[in-house]
Nanobody, 119 residues
Framework: QGQLVESGGGLVQVGGSLRLSCTASADSIRINYMGWYRQAPGKLRELVAVITSGGRTNYTDSVKGRSTISKDNAKKTVVLQMNSLKPEDTATYFC?????????????WGQGTQVTVSS
């Protein structure tokens, strides 16, 4: 119930690209927003990008201009495309969403997917 399944992390070279995907479970009746956070070792979790049900987006400054977040409402999926990757993008990336499951609104998190940018 309210599960988020992530895919797309891995090892990428500096300057490369990656595509992170997150799909909400079938019982997600309404999704207010979906987004991505990341957490590097020894650092706080930070917002990377978010997209609302109306399509409004917001990005952290460090990824603006080289990242795009998009969604597919029918598939209940959000995709984060990141380009020109830097070593400082290395972190565990977590999908996050605010979902109505027919009984209540709740905030949900994915299990996390590791992104490592190597030089």
């Amino acid at each position: 119930q309210g599960q988020l399944v992530e895919s797309g992390g891995g090892l990428v070279q500096v300057g490369g690209s990656l595509r992170l995907s997150c799909t909400a479970s079938a019982d997600s009746i309404r999704i207010n927003y979906m987004g991505w956070y990341r957490q590097a070792p020894g650092k706080l979790r930070e917002l990377v990008a978010v997209i609302t049900s109306g399509g409004r987006t917001n990005y952290t400054d460090s990824v603006k201009g080289r990242s795009t977040i998009s969604k597919d409402n029918a598939k209940k999926t959000v995709v984060l495309q990141m380009n020109s990757l830097k070593p400082e993008d290395t972190a565990t990336y977590f999908c996050n969403a605010f979902i109505w499951n027919g009984m209540r609104w709740g905030e949900y998190w994915g299990q996390g997917t590791q992104v490592t940018v190597s030089s």
